[in-house]
C-alpha cells in the first residue's frame, strides 16, 4: 500500500549532531527500500539502498538500518551538514515482476547553525 | 551517470491548454520510465508507468486520456497534459529504471501552473 502525508514531519538537528530519520513501510513482500533526498523544487536524489536479506548497510557518512520484523527502515546521518537539509523519502519495491516503487511520506530534516 | 533530464523545468499555461512534457535518460538506455507528481509537502504519486513500445500503464484514478504518455524511444518519453486546469497544477517528475535493475534515477522535476 503507499503512504501519503498530508504534512511532513520534520527533524531539527544541530550542525555536527547525528541525524537518524525514520520510516514504517507498509508491504511484507517488498524485498529492496532505498532513501532518496530532496531538496526544494528538485527531483529526488539517490542516497542508499538495501535488499531485504540485509539489515546494515553504509555509505559514505550514512546508514540505512533495515528491521523486516516491525517493517521499519532508518537512515543515520553522521556528523549532519547545512547541505543535509532536505526532505527525506523512504521507498520499497514489493517483489514481483512489475518491481514498482512505493514511496514513504517523508521527513523535513533542517540542520541548525 | 545515470542523468536523467526534463524539460521544460517550469511551464504556466491557460486553462485548456495543453501542455507537453519530456523525460529524457541522457547516458543509459531505460527501457521503463516512471511518471510521478507531488503536490506541496507532499510524497510523490506514480502517476503512469511507460515501457518502450508499448501503452502505458496507469495508477487507478489517474485519466489516461487527460495524461497521455509516449515511449517512443529507449531514451525519451513524454507526457502531456490535455485541457489543462487550475487543480492540474503541480509538481510533475520523471524516472527511468535501466533494465533488469531496481533503480530508478530521477529527473529533476516540471513545475506546471495553470491559470
Known amino acids: 500500500g503507499e503512504s501519503v502525508g498530508l504534512h511532513l514531519p520534520t527533524l531539527s538537528v544541530q550542525e555536527g549532531d547525528n541525524s537518524i530519520i525514520n520510516c514504517a513501510y507498509s508491504n511484507s513482500a517488498s524485498d529492496y527500500f532505498i532513501w532518496y533526498k530532496q531538496e526544494s523544487g528538485k527531483g529526488p536524489q539517490f542516497i542508499i539502498d538495501i535488499r531485504s536479506n540485509m539489515d546494515k548497510r553504509q555509505g559514505q557518512r550514512v546508514t540505512v538500518l533495515l528491521n523486516k520484523t516491525v517493517k521499519h527502515l532508518s537512515l543515520q546521518i553522521a556528523a549532519t551538514q547545512p547541505g543535509d537539509s532536505a526532505v527525506y523519502f523512504c521507498?520499497?519495491?514489493?517483489?514481483?515482476?512489475?518491481?514498482?516503487?512505493?514511496f514513504g511520506s517523508g521527513t523535513q530534516l533542517t540542520v541548525l547553525p | 551517470g545515470a542523468v536523467v533530464s526534463q524539460h521544460p523545468s517550469r511551464v504556466i499555461c491557460k486553462s485548456g491548454t495543453s501542455v507537453k512534457i519530456e523525460c529524457r535518460s541522457l547516458d543509459f538506455q531505460a527501457t521503463t520510465m516512471f511518471w510521478y507528481r507531488q503536490f506541496p509537502k507532499q510524497s510523490l504519486m506514480l502517476m503512469a508507468t511507460?515501457?518502450?513500445?508499448?501503452?502505458?500503464?496507469?495508477e487507478q484514478g489517474v485519466e489516461k486520456d487527460k495524461f497521455l504518455i509516449n515511449h517512443a524511444s529507449l531514451t525519451l518519453s513524454t507526457l502531456t497534459v490535455t485541457s489543462a486546469h487550475p487543480e492540474d497544477s503541480s509538481f510533475y517528475i520523471c524516472s527511468a529504471r535501466i533494465r533488469s535493475t531496481d533503480t530508478q534515477y530521477f529527473g529533476p522535476g516540471t513545475r506546471l501552473t495553470v491559470l
Open positions: 521507498a520499497e519495491v514489493s517483489s514481483g515482476s512489475a518491481r514498482q516503487l512505493t
Open positions: 511507460s515501457n518502450e513500445g508499448s501503452k502505458a500503464t496507469y
